[in-house]
């Protein structure tokens, strides 16, 4: 994770969006719905401008590895 600039995923609700999405703990999210994501507060901001409806890309790094994630929202 040496360069990459995120916030890290330390433990994730099993019965929320995010797990079933597939997001585990020990991703780090770099970008959430097009806003980059550097800090917790970007983090924190970012969801509160979500649509209500829809889905939501979420950018993770995983082992690694850059992934996008869709996440829909009902």
Do not use: C, W
């Amino acid at each position: 994770s040496e360069g990459i600039v995120g916030i890290l995923v330390t433990a994730v609700d099993p019965t929320g969006l995010a797990a079933r999405s597939g997001i585990m703990a020990g991703y780090i999210v770099t970008n959430l719905h097009q806003k980059s994501i550097k800090k917790v507060a970007d983090f924190t901001s970012a969801i509160s401008t979500l649509p209500k409806k829809g889905v939501v890309t979420i950018e993770v790094m995983r082992q690694g590895i850059p992934a996008i994630i869709g996440l829909r929202i009902e």
